[in-house]
C-alpha cells in the first residue's frame, strides 16, 4: 500500500488563557491517502477547525497556541517545518479555502492579481503568464467571461462566484491536497449543490485529495469517501461513509445524523438540536465529554473517558457503549 | 453556529499577558498618580518645601550645574544666570502651571459639556448653530489667533483663562453632544419627560451623569493639552509674564543659556514632559482597563 | 456621480471661504475693537493723550461701521497696510516669509508621515513584541512633551554638545535637520498611533489569513494586502497632522530655531509693534491653514467617493 499522503499523530493544540490552557484539539490521529475525500464532521467549537488552522500553523498574531505532534505531509512534518518550508507548502502543495468568501478575498485587489500573485510566488510565472492561467483557472471553476473579469474587485461578484476564485486561488499550483474548511455553510443551498459538484470535478482532474470539514452530515454525503466526527477535540468516531451513516455508533454521529432533514420524514416534523453546548475544555477534563449532553450516559461515561473501540475495518468509535451498540442500530438511507 | 471558526472568535477569555509586561502597566500606574499627587500637593502648598526663596539672588553663584554646592547650600538642578536657585524656581512655577491648566479646562468642559448637551437634546438651530460654531473653531489656526488675541489684548492669567478654555470646548461638545444623542432616545429618558420634568433638570440628573466618565478621561487628557498650550504661549512670551511664573516661562528664560547651561531650560520642560506623560498613561490606562470591562 | 463631486467641492469650498471670512472678522474684532492698534503700536510708555493722537493719525477714529469697510476692502485689494518697522506693505513681508514655512512643514510632514506609517506598520502586525511596546510609549512621551522643550533638548544634544548640525537658522540645508527632526517627531507620533491601530485591526480579518494561507511570506501580506486597504486612512491620517502641524506647532518650533517663516515673523512684529505685519501675517497664515484644510477634505472626499463607487 502506498503511503498516505498525510499521517497525523497525537496532534494537540492548546491555547494559553487567563483561566487556564484551552485544549482545542486534544490528541487526534488520523491519516489521508493520495486522492482520498475525508469528512471532518462536529459542531462549531469542536475543533475541527483548529485542526485545519494547526496543520498550516495559520495563527493571527494574537493567538499563539502550543502545538505538539507530527503531522507529516509528503515526507515532512509540518508541525516541525521551518516557517520557510511551510510556506512552501503553502499555497502549493496544499490549498485551503475557507468558510465566509464575503471576506476572504482581499476588498482592495482585483481578483485576477489575487490568483496570479500565487502562481508567480510559487511557479514563478511572469505576470502576463501569470495572468493567463488566472484566466483559464477561472474558467475552470466556471466564472463566465473570465479574460475580461481578471481586474474586478470581489465586490462585483455574488458570494457563489467568490466562493469559487477561493477555489480558483487555491487550486492554482495544483496542490496535493485541498483543505475545505466549512466552504458551502454561507452559502444557499443550490449553490451548495454547485459548489461541492466543482469540488468533486476538481478532485477527479487534479487526483487531488480533499479534507472537508463541515457540521453537516448531508455535505459530506455528497462528497466524502471517509468521515471522522469530533467532538470536545478528539476524535469520537470514523469510518467511510456508509459504516457511519448506515451504521452510525457514537450517540453524538447519531444525533448529528437526526439534524439532516430527510425525505422520508413525516412532514412537519422539525430537527431537534442537540440540547446544550460542546465544552470549551480548560485545563482537565474527567469522564467522556459528550457525558453532559448524552441520552445513554451512565455513571461510567462520566467518570472514565471511553478508549477508542474498532467495529470493523476502518470503523471505529470512543464510547463505552460501542459494542453493544455496534450491530443494532439501523439508521435507514 | 456559523462563523469562521478561528481561536479568535473562540477563545473568549482574554489570552495570558506576558507576566513582566502585566506587572509593570499595573505598577507603572501607581508611579504615575504618585507623580501627580506630588505635583499637586506642590502646587498647593506653594514654595513650602522649595530648600530656597526662588527670587533670592546670589550673583556669586550664577550658573552653577545640576548638584553643585554653593555657599548658600546645595542646588540639586543648579543656579540661573542670577544665581536664583533652579528647583525652587521651578516648584514656584507648579502653582501656576497647574492652576491654568486645571481652571482652564474646567471652564471649557463646562462650557463644552454644556453646548454638547443643548446641541444633542435640543437638536434643530440650536445644534446647527453650536455645531457650525465647533466646526469654524476646528478649521481655524486658533493657536495663531491666540497668539494675536495674547499679544493685541495683552499678556495676562485672565486672558489666558478667557482664551485657553475656548482652544478646548469644542471636543467636550462634539464628545458629550454624540452621547447625548445617544442617550436622548432611551426609555428612561421619555419615562422622564412623561413625568413632566423640565429639559434642564433631565438634562442635569439623568444625561449628565451618563456622560460624566468619557468626560473625566476626556478632562484629564485635555490638562495636559492646555498645559502644553500654556506653555507654548509662555514660552513665545505672550502668555504668562514675570514676576509670575509657570514652567513656559522658565523654559523660556533659560533658553539664552542653551550653550553654557542647558539645564535652565531642560529641567523645567521636563517637569511639565512629565506631568503631561503622567496624565496621558494614566489616562490611557483606566481607558483600556474600562474599556474591555464594558 | 461627477456632479455629486462636483456638490461637494462646491459645498466644502463655500465652508473654507465662510471660515477665513470668520477668521478676518475675528482677527479685526480682536485686534480693532477689543484691542486697540493704536496702543500695540504706541511706546510702552505713551501716555493716554498720545495714543488718542496715534489713533487719530492713523484713522482710527472713524465710525467702526466705515473702518470694517476698510479693512475687508484692504484685504481684498491685497493691502494689508505697511509695515512700520521695514516701511514696506505688511503682505509682501509676510509672503516672503511664506516658502520658508512651507519647507519646513512639507519636510516636517514627509518625515513624520514615512516615521509613523512604516513603525505604525510594524508595530501593529507585530502586537506586544519588544518594537510595539517600545514604539508605544516613545509615541506616548513624544506627544506628551512640549514641542518645543524637545526643539532645545536636540539643540543642546546635537548641536550644543555634538556640534552635528547647525543650532539655528536656516544657513544651509543642515538647518533643516534638527527642526524637521523636530515635527517629524511628535507629528509621526499620532500618524504612528492610527497607523497602528489601524493596522492592527486589518490583520484580524479573515483576509490576511487567507493570504498567509497562499504561502505568502509576511512582509507581502502586510506591505501589499494590508496596506491596500490602510492606505486611505493612512493618507487623510497624515494630511489631518498636517492642518495640526500649521495650526501651532510650526510656529513655536519656528521661534526655537530662529527658522525665518511666518512664525517668527509674527513674534518679531510683535516684539516691534508692527501691528500691520502682525496683522497680515495671522491673516495669511490663517488663509493658509484654512486652504491646506480644504484640499485635505476635497482629497479624503475623493477618496471616499471612489471607495464608495468600489
Given at each position: 500500500?502506498?503511503?498516505?499522503?498525510?499521517?497525523?499523530r497525537?496532534?494537540?493544540?492548546?491555547?494559553?488563557?487567563?483561566?487556564?490552557?484551552l485544549?482545542?484539539?486534544?490528541g487526534i490521529?488520523?491519516?489521508?491517502?493520495?486522492?482520498?475525500?475525508?469528512?471532518?464532521?462536529?459542531?462549531?467549537?469542536?475543533?475541527?477547525?483548529?485542526?485545519?488552522?494547526?496543520?498550516?500553523?495559520?495563527?493571527?498574531?494574537?493567538?499563539?497556541?502550543?502545538?505538539?505532534?507530527?503531522?507529516?505531509?509528503?515526507?515532512?512534518?509540518?508541525?516541525?517545518?521551518?516557517?520557510?518550508?511551510?510556506?512552501?507548502?503553502?499555497?502549493?502543495?496544499?490549498?485551503?479555502i475557507?468558510q465566509?468568501?464575503?471576506?476572504?478575498?482581499?476588498?482592495?485587489?482585483?481578483?485576477?492579481?489575487?490568483?496570479?500573485?500565487?502562481?508567480?510566488?510559487?511557479?514563478?510565472?511572469?505576470?502576463?503568464?501569470?495572468?493567463?492561467?488566472?484566466?483559464?483557472?477561472?474558467?475552470?471553476?466556471?466564472?463566465?467571461?473570465?479574460?475580461?473579469?481578471?481586474?474586478?474587485?470581489?465586490?462585483?461578484?455574488?458570494?457563489?462566484?467568490?466562493?469559487?476564485?477561493?477555489?480558483?486561488?487555491?487550486?492554482?499550483?495544483?496542490?496535493?491536497?485541498?483543505?475545505?474548511?466549512?466552504?458551502?455553510?454561507a452559502?444557499?443551498?443550490?449553490?451548495?449543490?454547485?459548489?461541492?459538484?466543482?469540488?468533486?470535478?476538481?478532485?477527479?482532474?487534479?487526483?487531488?485529495?480533499?479534507?472537508?470539514?463541515?457540521?453537516?452530515?448531508g455535505?459530506?454525503?455528497?462528497?466524502?469517501?471517509?468521515?471522522?466526527?469530533?467532538?470536545?477535540?478528539r476524535?469520537?468516531e470514523?469510518?467511510?461513509?456508509?459504516?457511519?451513516?448506515?451504521?452510525?455508533?457514537?450517540?453524538?454521529?447519531?444525533?448529528?445524523?437526526?439534524?439532516?432533514?430527510?425525505?422520508?420524514?413525516?412532514?412537519?416534523?422539525?430537527?431537534?438540536?442537540?440540547?446544550?453546548?460542546?465544552?470549551?475544555?480548560?485545563?482537565?477534563?474527567?469522564?467522556?465529554?459528550?457525558?453532559?449532553?448524552?441520552?445513554?450516559?451512565?455513571?461510567?461515561?462520566?467518570?472514565?473517558?471511553?478508549?477508542?473501540?474498532?467495529?470493523?475495518?476502518?470503523?471505529?468509535?470512543?464510547?463505552?457503549?460501542?459494542?453493544e451498540?455496534?450491530?443494532?442500530?439501523?439508521?435507514g438511507? | 453556529?456559523?462563523?469562521?471558526?478561528?481561536?479568535?472568535?473562540?477563545?473568549?477569555?482574554?489570552?495570558?499577558?506576558?507576566?513582566?509586561?502585566?506587572?509593570?502597566?499595573?505598577?507603572?500606574?501607581?508611579?504615575?498618580?504618585g507623580?501627580?499627587?506630588?505635583?499637586?500637593?506642590?502646587?498647593?502648598?506653594?514654595?513650602?518645601?522649595?530648600?530656597?526663596?526662588?527670587?533670592?539672588q546670589?550673583?556669586?553663584?550664577r550658573?552653577?550645574?545640576?548638584?553643585?554646592?554653593?555657599?548658600?547650600?546645595?542646588?540639586?538642578?543648579?543656579?540661573?544666570?542670577?544665581?536664583?536657585?533652579?528647583?525652587?524656581?521651578?516648584?514656584?512655577?507648579t502653582?501656576?502651571?497647574?492652576?491654568?491648566?486645571?481652571?482652564?479646562?474646567?471652564?471649557g468642559?463646562?462650557?463644552?459639556?454644556?453646548?454638547?448637551?443643548?446641541?444633542?437634546?435640543?437638536?434643530?438651530w440650536?445644534?446647527?448653530?453650536i455645531?457650525r460654531?465647533?466646526?469654524?473653531?476646528?478649521?481655524?489656526?486658533?493657536?495663531?489667533?491666540?497668539?494675536?488675541?495674547?499679544?493685541?489684548?495683552?499678556?495676562?492669567?485672565?486672558?489666558?483663562?478667557?482664551?485657553l478654555?475656548?482652544?478646548?470646548?469644542?471636543?467636550?461638545?462634539?464628545?458629550?453632544?454624540?452621547?447625548?444623542?445617544?442617550?436622548?432616545?432611551?426609555?428612561?429618558?421619555?419615562?422622564?419627560?412623561?413625568?413632566?420634568?423640565?429639559?434642564?433638570?433631565?438634562?442635569?440628573?439623568?444625561?449628565?451623569?451618563?456622560?460624566?466618565?468619557?468626560?473625566?478621561?476626556?478632562?484629564?487628557?485635555?490638562?495636559?493639552?492646555?498645559?502644553l498650550?500654556?506653555?507654548?504661549?509662555?514660552?513665545?512670551?505672550?502668555?504668562?509674564?514675570?514676576?509670575?511664573?509657570?514652567?513656559?516661562?522658565?523654559?523660556?528664560?533659560?533658553?539664552?543659556?542653551?550653550?553654557?547651561?542647558?539645564?535652565?531650560?531642560?529641567?523645567?520642560?521636563?517637569f511639565?514632559?512629565?506631568?503631561?506623560?503622567?496624565?496621558?498613561?494614566?489616562?490611557?490606562?483606566?481607558?483600556?482597563?474600562?474599556?474591555?470591562?464594558? | 456621480?461627477?456632479?455629486?463631486?462636483?456638490?461637494?467641492?462646491?459645498?466644502?469650498?463655500?465652508?473654507?471661504?465662510?471660515?477665513?471670512?470668520?477668521?478676518?472678522?475675528?482677527?479685526?474684532?480682536?485686534?480693532?475693537?477689543?484691542?486697540?492698534?493704536?496702543?500695540?503700536?504706541?511706546?510702552?510708555?505713551?501716555?493716554?493723550?498720545?495714543?488718542?493722537?496715534?489713533a487719530?493719525?492713523?484713522?482710527?477714529?472713524?465710525?467702526?461701521?466705515?473702518?470694517?469697510?476698510?479693512?475687508?476692502?484692504?484685504?481684498?485689494?491685497?493691502?494689508?497696510?505697511?509695515?512700520?518697522?521695514?516701511?514696506?506693505?505688511?503682505?509682501?513681508?509676510?509672503?516672503?516669509?511664506?516658502?520658508?514655512?512651507?519647507?519646513?512643514?512639507?519636510?516636517?510632514?514627509?518625515v513624520?508621515?514615512?516615521?509613523?506609517?512604516?513603525?505604525?506598520?510594524?508595530?501593529?502586525?507585530?502586537?506586544?513584541?519588544?518594537?510595539?511596546?517600545?514604539?508605544?510609549?516613545?509615541?506616548?512621551?513624544?506627544?506628551?512633551v512640549?514641542?518645543f522643550?524637545?526643539g532645545?533638548?536636540?539643540i543642546?544634544?546635537?548641536?550644543?554638545?555634538?556640534?552635528?548640525?547647525?543650532?539655528?537658522?536656516?544657513?544651509?540645508?543642515?538647518?533643516?535637520?534638527?527642526?524637521?527632526?523636530?515635527?517629524?517627531?511628535?507629528?509621526?507620533?499620532?500618524?504612528?498611533?492610527?497607523?497602528?491601530?489601524?493596522?492592527?485591526e486589518?490583520?484580524?480579518?479573515?483576509?490576511?489569513?487567507v493570504?498567509?494561507?497562499?504561502?505568502?511570506?509576511?512582509?507581502?501580506?502586510l506591505?501589499?494586502?494590508?496596506?491596500?486597504?490602510?492606505?486611505?486612512?493612512?493618507?487623510?491620517t497624515?494630511?489631518w497632522?498636517?492642518?495640526?502641524?500649521?495650526?501651532?506647532?510650526?510656529?513655536?518650533?519656528?521661534?526655537?530655531?530662529?527658522?525665518?517663516?511666518?512664525?517668527?515673523l509674527?513674534?518679531?512684529?510683535?516684539?516691534?509693534?508692527?501691528?500691520?505685519?502682525?496683522?497680515?501675517?495671522?491673516?495669511?497664515?490663517?488663509?493658509?491653514?484654512?486652504?491646506?484644510?480644504?484640499?485635505?477634505?476635497?482629497?479624503?472626499?475623493?477618496?471616499?467617493?471612489?471607495?464608495?463607487?468600489a
Amino acid at each position: 500500500m502506498a503511503p498516505p499522503l498525510l499521517e497525523v499523530r497525537d496532534l494537540r493544540t492548546t491555547f494559553p488563557t487567563e483561566r487556564g490552557p484551552l485544549h482545542a484539539v486534544d490528541g487526534i490521529s488520523f491519516s489521508l491517502a493520495e486522492g482520498e475525500a475525508l469528512g471532518v464532521v462536529g459542531e462549531s467549537g469542536s475543533g475541527k477547525s483548529v485542526t485545519a488552522l494547526t496543520l498550516l500553523r495559520l495563527f493571527g498574531p494574537l493567538a499563539r497556541p502550543r502545538i505538539s505532534g507530527e503531522a507529516v505531509f509528503a515526507g515532512g512534518d509540518l508541525l516541525s517545518m521551518s516557517d520557510a518550508g511551510l510556506r512552501r507548502v503553502r499555497g502549493a502543495q496544499i490549498g485551503m479555502i475557507f468558510q465566509d468568501p464575503m471576506t476572504s478575498l482581499n476588498p482592495s485587489l482585483p481578483i485576477g492579481e489575487q490568483i496570479a500573485e500565487v502562481l508567480r510566488y510559487h511557479r514563478g510565472l511572469n505576470s502576463g503568464a501569470a495572468r493567463r492561467r488566472a484566466a483559464e483557472l477561472l474558467d475552470l471553476v466556471g466564472i463566465p467571461d473570465p479574460r475580461h473579469r481578471l481586474d474586478d474587485l470581489p465586490y462585483r461578484f455574488s458570494g457563489g462566484m467568490r466562493q469559487r476564485i477561493m477555489i480558483a486561488i487555491a487550486i492554482a499550483c495544483e496542490p496535493r491536497l485541498l483543505i475545505a474548511d466549512e466552504p458551502t455553510t454561507a452559502l444557499d443551498v443550490t449553490v451548495q449543490a454547485q459548489v461541492l459538484a466543482l469540488l468533486g470535478r476538481l478532485r477527479r482532474e487534479l487526483g487531488m485529495a480533499l479534507m472537508l470539514i463541515t457540521h453537516d452530515f448531508g455535505v459530506v454525503a455528497a462528497a466524502c469517501d471517509r468521515v471522522q466526527v469530533m467532538y470536545g477535540g478528539r476524535l469520537v468516531e470514523r469510518g467511510t461513509l456508509r459504516q457511519v451513516i448506515e451504521r452510525p455508533n457514537h450517540p453524538y454521529t447519531e444525533a448529528l445524523l437526526h439534524l439532516v432533514p430527510r425525505l422520508d420524514s413525516p412532514l412537519g416534523e422539525r430537527t431537534q438540536p442537540i440540547p446544550g453546548q460542546p465544552p470549551i475544555v480548560i485545563g482537565s477534563s474527567v469522564g467522556c465529554r459528550f457525558a453532559p449532553r448524552c441520552t445513554y450516559a451512565n455513571e461510567r461515561c462520566q467518570q472514565e473517558d471511553p478508549p477508542t473501540f474498532p467495529l470493523d475495518v476502518g470503523h471505529s468509535s470512543a464510547c463505552w457503549f460501542a459494542n453493544e451498540r455496534g450491530t443494532v442500530r439501523e439508521v435507514g438511507e | 453556529m456559523a462563523t469562521l471558526e478561528t481561536p479568535l472568535s473562540r477563545v473568549e477569555p482574554r489570552l495570558a499577558p506576558a507576566g513582566m509586561g502585566a506587572w509593570i502597566a499595573n505598577a507603572s500606574v501607581y508611579v504615575w498618580a504618585g507623580f501627580l499627587v506630588v505635583a499637586a500637593l506642590i502646587a498647593i502648598t506653594g514654595t513650602l518645601f522649595a530648600p530656597y526663596d526662588p527670587t533670592s539672588q546670589n550673583v556669586i553663584a550664577r550658573l552653577l550645574p545640576p548638584l553643585s554646592e554653593s555657599r548658600r547650600g546645595f542646588h540639586w538642578l543648579g543656579t540661573d544666570p542670577l544665581g536664583r536657585d533652579l528647583l525652587s524656581a521651578i516648584l514656584a512655577g507648579t502653582r501656576l502651571s497647574l492652576f491654568i491648566g486645571i481652571a482652564s479646562t474646567g471652564v471649557g468642559m463646562a462650557i463644552g459639556v454644556s453646548f454638547g448637551m443643548w446641541a444633542g437634546y435640543f437638536g434643530g438651530w440650536v445644534d446647527r448653530v453650536i455645531m457650525r460654531l465647533s466646526e469654524a473653531q476646528t478649521a481655524m489656526p486658533m493657536f495663531l489667533v491666540a497668539i494675536f488675541f495674547l499679544i493685541v489684548l495683552g499678556p495676562s492669567v485672565l486672558n489666558m483663562l478667557i482664551i485657553l478654555p475656548a482652544l478646548v470646548w469644542p471636543v467636550f461638545a462634539r464628545i458629550v453632544r454624540a452621547e447625548t444623542l445617544r442617550l436622548r432616545d432611551q426609555s428612561f429618558i421619555e419615562a422622564a419627560v412623561a413625568a413632566g420634568r423640565t429639559p434642564g433638570a433631565i438634562l442635569w440628573s439623568h444625561i449628565l451623569p451618563n456622560v460624566a466618565p468619557r468626560i473625566v478621561v476626556l478632562a484629564v487628557i485635555e490638562v495636559g493639552h492646555v498645559m502644553l498650550a500654556e506653555a507654548g504661549l509662555s514660552f513665545l512670551g505672550v502668555g504668562i509674564q514675570p514676576p509670575d511664573s509657570t514652567w513656559g516661562l522658565l523654559i523660556a528664560r533659560g533658553r539664552p543659556y542653551l550653550a553654557v547651561a542647558p539645564w535652565l531650560a531642560i529641567m523645567p520642560g521636563l517637569f511639565l514632559a512629565l506631568t503631561v506623560l503622567a496624565l496621558n498613561m494614566l489616562s490611557r490606562r483606566y481607558a483600556a482597563v474600562s474599556g474591555s470591562a464594558g | 456621480m461627477a456632479s455629486n463631486l462636483a456638490l461637494f467641492t462646491a459645498a466644502r469650498l463655500r465652508d473654507g471661504v465662510v471660515t477665513l471670512v470668520l477668521v478676518t472678522l475675528v482677527i479685526f474684532l480682536l485686534g480693532h475693537v477689543v484691542g486697540n492698534p493704536a496702543q500695540v503700536m504706541a511706546p510702552v510708555d505713551a501716555k493716554p493723550e498720545d495714543i488718542a493722537r496715534l489713533a487719530a493719525q492713523l484713522g482710527l477714529d472713524r465710525p467702526l461701521p466705515e473702518r470694517l469697510v476698510s479693512y475687508f476692502g484692504g484685504l481684498l485689494r491685497g493691502d494689508f497696510g505697511t509695515s512700520l518697522w521695514q516701511d514696506r506693505p505688511a503682505l509682501t513681508v509676510v509672503l516672503e516669509a511664506l516658502p520658508a514655512t512651507i519647507l519646513l512643514t512639507l519636510a516636517g510632514l514627509v518625515v513624520a508621515g514615512l516615521l509613523g506609517t512604516i513603525l505604525g506598520m510594524l508595530a501593529g502586525a507585530l502586537p506586544d513584541s519588544p518594537l510595539d511596546r517600545v514604539a508605544n510609549f516613545v509615541s506616548v512621551a513624544a506627544l506628551s512633551v512640549p514641542h518645543f522643550w524637545l526643539g532645545l533638548l536636540l539643540i543642546v544634544v546635537f548641536a550644543v554638545q555634538l556640534r552635528a548640525v547647525p543650532t539655528s537658522g536656516f544657513t544651509s540645508w543642515q538647518s533643516l535637520i534638527l527642526p524637521v527632526a523636530t515635527l517629524g517627531l511628535v507629528h509621526g507620533a499620532r500618524v504612528f498611533q492610527l497607523v497602528r491601530s489601524a493596522t492592527f485591526e486589518e490583520m484580524t480579518k479573515p483576509y490576511t489569513m487567507v493570504a498567509r494561507s497562499k504561502g505568502l511570506p509576511e512582509r507581502i501580506v502586510l506591505w501589499k494586502h494590508v496596506l491596500r486597504n490602510t492606505g486611505v486612512v493612512i493618507a487623510t491620517t497624515i494630511g489631518w497632522e498636517y492642518v495640526r502641524m500649521m495650526g501651532g506647532a510650526a510656529f513655536t518650533i519656528e521661534v526655537v530655531f530662529a527658522w525665518p517663516g511666518i512664525g517668527l515673523l509674527t513674534i518679531t512684529a510683535a516684539s516691534r509693534q508692527d501691528f500691520p505685519v502682525l496683522q497680515a501675517a495671522v491673516i495669511i497664515a490663517g488663509a493658509f491653514v484654512i486652504a491646506t484644510n480644504l484640499l485635505v477634505d476635497l482629497l479624503y472626499g475623493l477618496f471616499d467617493t471612489r471607495l464608495r463607487a468600489a
